[in-house]
């Protein structure tokens, strides 16, 4: 045995770590005779006794400290879930307890987290989350001219280019101009095509330019342009969430207020969402150009100038767990720990100042697509459509903006109303002989009772679109699509002057394949069907019973619940619950369909629709949501009934 | 280090709040000084221990025991430390004076001198076996890598440090 191994040996020992007879042995033997290794067991020892009294300094207790964040933790929501409101009414209490906690929460991650050197340590004083949705929303009316100029860094896009460092100018002029340009300042070490963007909005021309992505050194360019565009419309969209975050900010529930603390010298307050939520705050990503890829539970912590609510710097932490590790393992991302930031985007100037003219003229191009959207003044509409539109010089706050006669309507108009940012759309005909609501509406739309009276159709607004709303009215057929919030939007829906009607027989009867769908009130469903219909207790903030139909595929009546979010789709979707007397699953569909255990029963997950099924008692559930995973489907069902009162 | 009561682990995985305390109650000293030693400093310790009860309990219910409740605890704290490490670019490898320990201060100094001598690979191992007296299972569990590893950078660490402190007598 020579000293090395002794050595070893002996460390190991005085670790108290067994050792074989034989090396045990062997270790005495060489110890009798070897002066420096007994030498080190002796300066272990010594070690030992100076290392146990180093751990002396005073350690704090930190217990009730720990136990408050630990509280405020086990207050939030689980996953997206948590429980619902009681029907029919909403109440403030859901929409608060996780803002408190969030207060607690984001006071202690807050201040993990290290910003820039004009950055002041938050305080984490009371805001609550509704303020700042309000605020932002109240400033969206303010706003008449913006310009800015932001830097972007980007961490992982590739192996190679660990890095990127670009710039980005935003310019608005209200309503309806708008200009973005990303310059790409980034060394590339090989070959590359730059991420340089430019979007360009003014009114009826929208026009967007970037190179093409690609796996090769040379992207192409590509270029898009849109004439006789539609008033705000949604499929050649303007990004003012980099003005003022109307769409990220819509939900107050989803929202997390972090605390307050001073940004480009400007008192600002942080805001948390999930990236899936903050998407519009990141139109450079689909505009062209390779950019690195995002989870959609990734953070996104955005410093918002407390005064005018504009967006001053936003950055992307990374989402922790196992799913996001897969995730970034098939993206062949690197270890990203959860308190760096992936992507910042920061303002290095903001100003109210009027852009300069010439800023949002559009290149000349050879090529356009044509939305086929026909600017008209008020008084020519008779004469082109037969009739008077409904419209007032102002609605919902809002100035009458433009008037158009879209291509495809059915003789309809459409009037915009605009104000800063804030827009509503009115389109309107009076020949509608569809099976449907006239307009983007659907027949699954939540009925609301409008003050003053008269009845309205309402969709939350999604990533694509708006806050809709439409109505049935004698003789005449309107929508309404807005980025109001969902009050200002239904006050605005109810001054109209317009009674609205319940949707008629010919819409609320449908044929689904070989099934009858039949719209009807909870009521109405549960006078209908023999079984009790029960409605799930934990559901996704904000959710709630949007509307019922009975559905006969000839086995017997059942009912579909569709519930939905009542202010904005953050990429859920619709949840489908379909309950019906059964005694088996229906026959598989699909290969991708497993077994799994839904609340104590076997039932079946099919995951390429996000569905599970399950019989329980006779009774046959089917739940679905395009954007709910398998554990959130499961607590969903598993809360089916919870509260007794069956909604 | 001991793990805790089965029964109280199991009550706090169930979402027993008391239980969690008891749980925070018995361990956070250790924490934080196994906090303070990768960081070397006091507030940072503060906030890694706040962040590694909290995650702690957001990850409790997906604790298997397929290692000691104290070499899990202890790989999530060091996990949030090198998370804060990281994030505020400060990795410490000069051992700064502690404010406010009862040691010796010619001990003190002497420690110092050999836990600079050592790298953060050896240092770590050396002070969750010598400092909060893990096995070295349990400090494989922590740092993720093998036994054997453990067994062999303690040998290291002290030779290093015993060279670097000169605390080896002439031999005899």
């Not at chain 2, 420690?111 to 893990?134: I, T």
Request: charged share 25%; aromatic share 8%.
């Amino acid at each position: 045995m020579n000293h090395e191994q002794a050595e070893r040996l002996l460390s190991a020992r005085i670790d108290g770590e067994r050792l074989s007879t034989r090396a045990s042995a062997s270790l005495e033997q060489h110890l009798e005779t070897c002066a420096e290794c007994r030498a080190f067991e002796r300066g272990a020892y010594r070690l030992r006794e100076a290392a146990r009294f180093e751990v002396a300094p005073a350690v704090p207790d930190l217990v009730d400290q720990v136990m408050t964040a630990v509280g405020a933790e086990a207050e939030r929501p689980r996953s997206r879930l948590r429980v619902v409101r009681p029907a029919g009414r909403r109440s403030i209490l859901p929409r608060l307890a996780p803002v408190a906690a969030a207060l607690v929460v984001g006071a202690l991650i807050g201040s993990l987290v290290v910003g820039g050197p004009w950055q002041r340590p938050e305080t984490g004083s009371a805001l609550a989350a509704t303020e700042v949705t309000e605020g932002v929303s109240a400033a969206a009316a303010r706003l008449d001219a913006y310009r800015a100029t932001f830097v972007i860094d980007e961490r992982h896009l590739s192996p190679e280019v660990p890095q990127r460092h670009l710039t980005m100018r935003v310019w608005f002029e209200a309503p309806e101009r708008f200009r973005l340009d990303v310059v790409d300042h980034t060394d590339y070490p090989m070959a590359a095509t730059p991420t340089d963007l430019k979007l360009l909005v003014d009114g009826s021309t929208w026009y967007a330019a970037g190179p093409a992505p690609c796996p090769t050194a040379t992207c192409p360019q590509r270029e898009s342009v849109v004439r006789n565009r539609l008033p705000f419309s949604t499929a050649a969209p303007t990004p003012t969430d980099l003005v003022l975050p109307i769409s990220t900010l819509a939900d107050a529930d989803r929202l997390t207020v972090l605390g307050r603390g001073t940004m480009l010298g400007r008192p600002a307050v942080r805001v948390e969402v999930p990236f899936e939520r903050a998407e519009p705050l990141f139109p450079f990503l689909s505009i062209g150009g390779d950019w690195r890829p995002f989870f959609p539970n990734d953070r996104v912590r955005i410093w918002l100038d407390e005064r005018n609510w504009f967006p001053l710097r936003w950055d992307v932490y990374p989402a922790t767990g196992a799913e996001r590790d897969a995730w970034a393992l098939r993206f062949g991302l690197p270890d990203e720990p959860s308190l760096r930031s992936v992507f910042s985007v920061r303002a290095l100037h903001v100003s109210l100042d009027t852009p300069d003219a010439g800023v949002f003229d559009i290149p000349a191009t050879n090529s356009s697509q044509d939305q086929g959207a026909r600017a008209v003044e008020l008084g020519d509409v008779r004469r082109a459509t037969g009739f008077e539109p409904v419209a007032p010089s102002m609605v919902g706050g809002l100035d009458r903006y433009r008037v158009v006669l879209p291509r495809d309507d059915a003789g309809g108009t459409l009037v915009a109303y605009a104000n800063g940012l804030a827009f509503l759309n009115l389109g309107e005909t009076r020949s509608w002989n569809g099976d449907a609501p006239f307009g983007p509406v659907g027949v699954q739309a939540e009925e609301i009772s409008l003050t003053g009276g008269g009845v309205a159709y309402y969709e939350p607004a999604s990533q694509d679109h708006g806050r809709r709303v439409a109505i049935h009215a004698a003789g005449t057929d309107l929508y309404l699509e807005s980025n109001l919030p969902r009050s200002e939007l239904l006050a605005a829906a109810a001054a109209l002057p317009v009674q609205g009607l319940p949707m008629p027989d010919a819409w609320t009867h449908r044929r689904v394949g070989a099934a009858t769908a039949e719209r009807a009130s909870l009521e109405t469903a549960r006078a209908s069907v023999p079984f009790p219909i029960e409605l799930p207790t934990a559901l996704p903030a904000g959710f709630g019973l949007a509307s019922v139909e009975l559905v006969d595929a000839g086995f017997g009546t059942g009912v579909t619940l569709y519930l939905r979010d009542e202010d904005a789709d953050a990429g859920i979707g619709t949840i489908r619950l379909h309950l019906e007397a059964a005694s088996a699953l229906p026959p598989a569909t699909s290969a991708a369909q497993s077994t799994v255990e839904v609340d104590g029963v076997q039932g079946r997950f099919t995951p390429d629709r996000s569905q599970l099924e399950w019989i329980d008692g006779g009774l046959y559930r089917s739940l679905d949501a395009p954007g709910l995973a398998l554990e959130e489907l499961l607590a969903i069902a598993a809360s089916i009934g919870g509260d007794g009162t069956g909604g | 280090m001991n793990d805790p009561d089965p029964r109280t682990l199991t009550r706090a995985r169930e979402g027993d709040l008391g239980a969690f305390e008891d749980l925070v109650r018995q361990y956070q000293a250790d924490v934080w000084r196994f906090a303070y030693h990768f960081t070397r400093d006091r507030s940072l310790a503060d906030d890694v221990t706040q962040e590694a009860f909290l995650r702690a309990f957001r990850f409790l219910r997906g604790f298997r025991g397929d290692s000691k409740f104290t070499s899990w605890l202890f790989r999530i704290a060091r996990n949030c430390a090198m998370d804060q490490i990281k994030a505020r670019n400060v990795y410490v490898e000069r051992v700064t004076p502690i404010a406010g320990t009862t040691t010796d201060p010619q001990a003190r100094v002497e420690l110092h001198a050999a836990l600079d001598a050592v790298s953060s690979e050896h240092r770590e191992p050396f002070m969750l076996v010598e400092v909060f007296g893990l096995s070295y299972q349990e400090a494989a569990d922590v740092l993720g890598v093998r036994v054997g590893t453990i067994k062999s950078r303690m040998h290291r660490a002290r030779r290093a440090m015993m060279d670097a402190l000169a605390v080896e007598e002439e031999a005899q």
